[in-house]
């Protein structure tokens, strides 16, 4: 049983930053790593970005890669993610999730567990 919550989404201006923080609790230490998902209204939850616990592996969508950093604070059992030059088409709702897979995924049916989500709205 591993548990997560999000925090940190909230309003922010296109071109500017928002970091947001996943905290894992239970069983973390059987997960190999955690992922960041998204979802707008009416769209398919999509892959934003994974990380590895033990080495720090990272695996980002197209889509985020050079504005968007996953990191992860293992002492502290928690993922991070920080967005800059946000784009309106990054509005979504943010989850995260772990995986106990031996590989990073952008699938999101080889991920175990979900948190419940934290809104992220850029305006134009």
């Known amino acids: 049983q591993v548990q997560l919550v999000e925090s940190g989404g909230g309003l922010v201006q296109a071109g500017g930053s928002l970091g947001l923080s996943c905290a894992a609790s239970?069983?973390?230490?059987?997960?190999?790593?955690m992922g960041w998902f998204r979802q707008a209204p009416g769209k398919e939850r999509e892959f934003v970005a994974a990380i590895s616990w033990r080495v720090g592996s990272t695996y980002y969508a197209d889509s985020v890669k050079g504005r968007f950093t996953i990191s992860r604070d293992n002492a502290k059992n928690t993922v991070y993610l920080q967005m800059n030059s946000l784009k309106p088409e990054d509005t979504a709702v943010y989850y995260c999730?772990?995986?106990?897979?031996?590989?990073?995924?952008?699938?999101?049916?080889?991920?175990?567990?979900w948190g419940q989500g934290t809104q992220v709205t850029v305006s134009s």
């Open positions: 999730a772990a995986t106990r897979r031996s590989t990073l995924s952008s699938l999101k049916s080889e991920y175990d567990y």
């Open positions: 239970g069983r973390t230490y059987a997960t190999y790593g």
